[in-house]
Nanobody, 123 residues
Framework: VQLQASGGGLVQAGGSLRLSCAAS?????????MGWFRQAPGKKSEFVAA????????YYEDSVKGRFTISRDNAKNTMYLQMNSLKSEDTAVYSC????????????????WGQGTEVTVSS
């Protein structure tokens, strides 16, 4: 499986971005959960959001609740992260991941990873 994250860029505080994660080489199955993680400069990678196999359950890191929305379109083999009301502390490289199994928020429980897309929020 290859995952391609895109949609990052430079945005002013309060603005919005929509990240996409497209998979190739394997079709998302009804048994795959998916997630987004981010790593800010000089900091450890942290969980951002995850979505269950069916899309019916989502998890969010506390600081992004109410601002970010994770979704998936299995027909398009793509996952999204809509990010609104962006803050400078959201600046990071965002990476997407797929887990063969139920939804989790721990990085080491994911099986496939894409390269990151950089998000920079200017204040």
């Amino acid at each position: 499986v290859q995952l391609q994250a895109s949609g990052g860029g430079l945005v002013q505080a309060g603005g919005s971005l929509r990240l996409s994660c497209a998979a190739s080489g394997r079709t998302f199955s009804s048994s795959d959960s998916m997630g987004w993680f981010r790593q800010a400069p000089g900091k450890k990678s942290e969980f951002v959001a995850a979505i269950s196999e069916s899309g019916g359950t989502t998890y969010y890191e506390d600081s992004v609740k109410g601002r970010f929305t994770i979704s998936r379109d299995n027909a398009k083999n793509t996952m999204y992260l809509q990010m609104n009301s962006l803050k400078s502390e959201d600046t990071a490289v965002y990476s997407c991941a797929v887990r063969r199994g139920s939804i989790r928020y721990t990085r080491n429980e994911y099986d496939y990873w894409g390269q990151g897309t950089e998000v920079t929020v200017s204040s």
